[in-house]
């Protein structure tokens, strides 16, 4: 079921009736067999998977939860008789014997969806299936990179003592298959999701107003824009679009994920947010982002946090780290002391590459985002000396560029996502420098990408929209400033922003059905 | 407060369902001017339900029949449910929605719909979103239209889940925004009567030049799906007391094969009905190609479809005992009006070809 499709709307509005009809208890169990509708709505084979994350998760919990009670309890009775290093050799084992149950759960589910995604790929498929068709060929199953992460963030939580363990296995199976962000995330904290995912809700009319308000802004971010752009994205990917072509290309293409993702998350935290349930923000308007880091907290954010908790942390921190610190500092002064903190960045963007599907542009994507990361932190002291002398910072026009400038680089990254084969992105890449084909802005190329006019209005008139609402958002929550508002303009705008989804979005007969790009991972 | 908030938003709710109404009521097709057969279907439900006959099938009905004839001639009142394209699912679904509105003595299938199968696996030219909503979108809701939309869309209709587009226009035409004309804000909340009872009158004559030549089919057999639908109307016929005449109107084009015909004769024999392949009476009826058919012998024009209705009348009179109603008063009266518009449409058609020329 599509967010885009008539059904889930309907399936949205009898949710959401249903949900403030029944008592309050039952909110979270209808919840869980909304879920599991929508699951199986993508198809039955799948489901498989999704129990498997479900019951390893809800074992391995389960288990190391027991062993910390039990521990809880020992110390308890022992408290008096044990000395201090008893004490923490106790806690030590206990520890131990939890880790490996948290990495034995780790194993067979990073093991189970890295067979997914690599079963993607040809070679692979074919190997696995004796090239026959079999349930694991057919496609990854529905939303698998995001359950999985937030499943296994959850065992990483428990195994830190920094989440409760769910012991009821129902309540759990929700956690893991909630479905509005089973799309594509966010992939929420255990902490963070439950205590509204559980909780009664009482009809609250702002709160649901608001919700649906988010889920239009949502519709007209990928119906609107990004729906309508798609279809030239895959145009000027044709190998005669070079140079500047290219630089559209990326544009485009920024323009189209921002639409797509943003637009998905928002229907996800919109609906949620109409039934009371409460999910962390996933991008904080990242293209007014000044520099790498900055942008790496604005834009998939939920991706971004589970890999610094779960792998750059863990990784920086470990032992070998700590020595390769020491070594490192002994030869080199300066810089050995951030040598650990690369190591585990390559590692980090390693993974989030991988996460993005088993492919080399996925690897080479993250790599060169480490690259930019990692060169743009040693020449720090280089920038700030040079923002010094010419008093930039104090200059409102040099934020300006700045923010362009990280848009750009970006976007050049970006476009790595479009092209499997990595030598195609590196050759474009290098047309920038080479071919100068500015004539194609006004030469008639671009109406050749399957654009027409109209088209590139409502794109423009949509990004402007969108740019202008991103400004005001800056400057505070728009929704609360709008229910400030008389309500006939409240409603008015409402009613204009429905009016444009339904008349300039791209749906319907004659339109390309266009996924969520975040589908596929 | 909480009232007042309530109020105001059931009254901005009202206001926007009947702003979204308005929006659709504007974007969806009018068919006034242009592709005025898209007008015909709903153009029935204006109509007083006490027809004789009533016709029902593809343009081979609605261009080739003229009830003002058949009234004028042999006083038999009649309608036509013809549409574009209309594929034998349709009118099927048609004809059981009909017998909702009343039970004429005969009804007319043309049967060239038989040679189209089912949705899947017709060709590209055969099965068209846009026919389809020519033919349902003027249907009105009941259990007919919906098991025709069921069973007409097309592949793309079914996975864009299209029922919504049929429940809510607005949806399929949210887009004609950008190509509304004056005949959109023209025809907003109204319409014309474009045909006579279903007849779509063309005065246009451009004769037939050469033979319409096709390709011999590698299988002629008629699909089993369609003698499906041909079968529940038969059904249907019976079970309303209303004689089903089987024809093939004599359009030259698409070819009706020997092959096709003898399977209806064999149809027909098998099931006690009257089949009529005017294809074979084109010299009794007196159809002259050079001058009785508007686009090279695929359709008649209002000449043709006079002597055709004239010789059908006789047919429907003699042979199925079709009722002589020009002594009922009521009925003159409305059909004197109906005659006095199609003889003046007629005459503006012809005055303004005649400028053309």
Redesign the interface.
């Known amino acids: 079921m599509q967010f885009t499709?008539?059904?889930f709307l309907l399936f949205a509005a009898v949710l959401l009736t249903v949900y403030y009809i029944i008592p309050g208890k039952w909110q979270w169990p209808l919840l869980l067999i909304a879920s599991c509708f929508f699951y199986i709505s993508a198809g039955t084979e799948y489901l498989v998977f999704i129990a498997l994350t479900t019951l390893s998760t809800y074992a391995t919990t389960i288990l190391m939860d027991n062993r910390l009670k039990q521990r809880d309890v020992y110390m308890a009775a022992h408290k008096a008789e044990m000395s201090r290093e008893e004490k923490k050799a106790y806690k030590a084992k206990i520890k131990s014997g939890n880790k490996v149950w948290m990495v034995a759960c780790l194993v067979l589910n990073f093991g189970i969806l890295a067979l997914c995604k690599a079963c993607l790929i040809d070679p692979v498929r074919t190997a696995v299936s004796g090239g026959t068709l079999s349930f694991l060929t057919v496609g990854l199953p529905l939303g698998i990179s995001f359950y999985m992460f937030q499943s296994m963030g959850y065992v990483v939580d428990v195994y830190r003592e920094t989440a409760k363990t769910e012991r009821n296995p129902f309540k759990l199976a929700l956690f893991v298959s909630f479905f509005p962000q089973l799309i594509q995330g966010p992939i929420s904290k255990f902490n963070q999701l439950t205590p509204t995912l559980y909780a009664p809700h009482k009809f609250d009319?702002k709160a649901v107003s608001f919700g649906l308000q988010r889920m239009l802004w949502g519709y007209f971010k990928k119906l609107v824009v990004a729906d309508r752009i798609a279809v030239a994205i895959g145009s000027l990917k044709g190998e005669e679009y070079t140079g500047i072509a290219f630089l559209v290309l990326t544009v485009f293409y920024a323009i189209q994920i921002y639409g797509d993702f943003t637009g998905g998350i928002d229907v996800t935290i919109g609906l949620a947010e109409a039934m009371g349930i409460k999910l962390p923000e996933n991008f904080i308007r990242p293209y007014f982002s000044k520099n790498i880091a900055e942008y790496w907290r604005r834009w998939h954010i939920s991706l971004g946090v589970w890999m610094k908790d779960c792998i750059f942390y863990p990784i920086s921190v470990s032992e070998p780290m700590r020595k390769l610190s020491k070594a490192s500092r002994a030869k080199f002064p300066n810089f050995g002391k951030r040598v650990p903190v690369y190591v585990a960045s390559v590692a980090t963007w390693f993974c989030t590459g991988i996460w993005h599907g088993f492919s080399a542009n996925f690897i080479v994507w993250g790599m060169l985002n480490c690259f930019v990361i990692v060169v743009s932190e040693e020449l720090m002291p280089v920038y700030a000396k040079f923002h010094d002398r010419f008093h930039l910072k104090e200059k409102k026009w040099y934020g300006g560029f700045e923010i362009l400038r990280m848009f750009m680089l970006m976007n050049l990254i970006r476009a790595c996502d479009l092209f499997p084969n990595v030598g195609d992105y590196f050759r474009r890449l290098g047309s920038i420098v080479t071919t100068f084909n500015f004539h194609i802005l006004w030469d008639g190329t671009l109406m050749n990408i399957g654009l027409t006019a109209?088209d590139y209005a409502i794109i423009f008139g949509g990004c402007l929209t969108w740019f202008v609402m991103d400004l005001l958002q800056e400057k505070g929550p728009i929704r609360e400033r709008l229910y400030a508002k008389p309500?006939a303009l409240r409603?008015s705008l409402i009613?204009i922003l429905?009016?444009v989804v339904?008349?300039?979005?791209s749906?319907?007969?004659?339109y390309d059905?266009s996924n969520f790009i975040y589908n596929q991972f | 407060m909480k009232k007042k908030s309530i109020a105001i938003f059931a009254a901005a709710l009202a206001i926007g369902l009947v702003l979204l109404w308005l929006l659709q009521m504007l974007l969806v097709p009018k068919y006034m001017t242009d592709v005025r057969e898209g007008a015909l279907i709903a153009e029935y439900y204006e109509e007083e339900p006490n027809h004789d006959v009533v016709f029902i099938g593809d343009c081979e009905v609605y261009e080739n029949f003229s009830p003002i004839t058949l009234w004028e001639e042999y006083g038999i009142t009649s309608y036509i449910r013809g549409s574009a394209q209309q594929l034998i699912w349709q009118s099927y679904y048609l004809m059981e929605e009909t017998f909702k509105y009343e039970t004429p003595d005969v009804i007319v299938f043309n049967v060239l719909s038989m040679k189209y199968d089912t949705p899947k696996s017709t060709g590209s030219s055969s099965q068209r979103e846009a026919y389809n909503r020519m033919t349902l979108d003027g249907m009105r809701w009941s259990d007919s239209k919906v098991n025709s939309i069921l069973a007409s869309m097309t592949q793309e209709e079914r996975e864009k889940e299209a029922m919504w587009m049929y429940l809510f226009p607005l949806l399929r035409y949210h887009d004609r925004w950008s190509e509304l004309t004056a005949e959109d804000f023209r025809y907003w909340l109204k319409r014309d009567t474009v045909s006579h009872n279903g007849y779509l009158m063309q005065v246009g004559v451009k004769p037939l030049e050469d033979e319409h030549v096709e390709r011999p089919l590698v299988d002629y057999e008629f699909a089993p799906s369609c003698y499906e639908y041909l079968d529940r109307m038969v059904e249907l016929c019976k079970a309303h007391g209303t004689q089903l005449v089987l024809i093939k109107a004599p359009s030259l084009s698409p070819v009706w094969w020997d092959e096709w015909d003898q399977q209806m004769v064999a149809y027909a024999e098998e099931n006690d009905l009257l089949y009529i392949n005017f294809l074979n009476h084109q010299e009794e009826i007196g159809i002259d190609w050079n001058t009785d058919t508007y686009d090279t012998g695929l359709h008649l024009n209002v000449y043709g479809a006079e002597k055709l209705s004239s010789y059908f009348g006789r047919i429907l009179s003699e042979e199925c005992g079709v009722a002589d109603r020009r002594s009922d008063a009521g009925l003159s009266a409305l059909w004197a009006e109906k005659t006095a518009a199609y003889d003046a449409q007629k005459a503006e058609l012809e005055a303004a070809y005649a400028a053309q020329k």
Do not use: K
Request: without cysteine.
């Open positions: 499709s008539f059904s009319g109209l309500a409603y009613f429905l009016v339904l008349l300039m979005g749906y319907g007969i004659g059905a």
